[in-house]
């Protein structure tokens, strides 16, 4: 019973989550059928980064040249 309960918790939890990013993914300024195709490391990923260019726009700053596309993704090079 306890086993049970403890596997309809976790599949509660795991729906919410799956609906939380559904509804993040449909708020990034993407054509619907992009944001629905998109996985869930995909949603974080473009979410962070079109936070970090709205605050840059927002703080009126130029935004920075890239040198390479994971440039704009804000992830760390390999030095």
């Not at 992009?34 to 473009?46: E, Q, W």
Request: aromatic share 6%.
């Amino acid at each position: 019973l306890r086993k049970e309960r403890s596997r309809d918790a976790a599949r509660c939890r795991r729906s919410r989550e799956t609906e939380v990013f559904y509804q993040l993914a449909h708020t990034l300024p993407f054509a619907r059928g992009v944001s629905a195709h998109l996985d869930k490391a995909s949603i974080m990923r473009l979410t962070i980064s079109y936070l970090r260019v709205h605050r840059l726009l927002a703080a009126g700053e130029p935004l920075p040249r890239p040198q390479h596309p994971w440039d704009l993704l804000g992830t760390p090079k390999n030095t």
